[in-house]
């Protein structure tokens, strides 16, 4: 380009002008449009868009969270927005939600001695009972066996099981 640029021939500088409009619209093409794996499957959210909903979530356990609000944050449509959630997590945003909740209200229950209706409340939950019950089908233990386990020191599966992915997985 710089050869031809330097060629006093007046075809060259429009020669040159050309592939230099070329490569431009190309760089823009390229930094601008989707990617090519948005097309086929295996797009995920950017680290931007996970990190805003992620706290959002984090921030908003306790109360009602859709996922029109949470497609709101990343700016893709709902259903757009479900795709590139469970491929970036590999939960859905429902699955997501009720595990966050539940390592909140575990964390609480061993940390705190609130009344674990008063946890059950602050971490979105719509009573204690859905609490418990949802404890006992994803973890296998009871939201008091861990308050028991906190006082009386004993290690045992309640104190060392995380709430993962695989134990929150839709039943």
């Known amino acids: 380009?710089?050869?031809e640029l330097l060629n006093p021939a007046s075809s060259s500088r429009v020669y040159v002008e050309c592939l230099a409009h070329a490569l431009a619209t190309r760089y823009v093409s390229i930094n601008q449009a989707p990617?090519?794996?948005a097309f086929h499957g295996d797009a995920r959210l950017s680290q931007k868009a996970a990190n805003r909903v992620l706290e959002k979530i984090e921030a908003s356990l306790k109360e009602d969270i859709s996922v029109e609000s949470l497609a709101v944050e990343t700016g893709y449509s709902r259903a757009h927005f479900l795709r590139l959630f469970s491929a970036t997590t590999g939960l859905t945003p429902h699955q997501y939600?009720?595990?966050a909740r539940l390592n909140?209200?575990?964390q609480m229950i061993?940390?705190?001695?609130?009344?674990?209706?008063?946890?059950?409340?602050e971490c979105g939950f719509s009573s204690q009972s859905h609490m418990t019950t949802l404890f006992r089908r994803k973890l296998g233990f009871t939201p008091a066996e861990v308050r028991r386990e906190r006082r009386t020191g004993c290690l045992s599966r309640t104190s060392v099981q995380q709430v993962t992915p695989d134990t929150v997985g839709m039943a």
Do not use: G
Request: cysteine-free; charged content about 30%; proline content about 0%.
């Open 97 to 99: 939600v009720l595990r």
């Open 110 to 121: 061993t940390n705190s001695d609130a009344d674990i209706i008063d946890i059950a409340l």
């Open 35 to 37: 990617s090519f794996s």
């Open 104 to 106: 909140r209200a575990k």
């Open 1 to 3: 380009m710089i050869d």
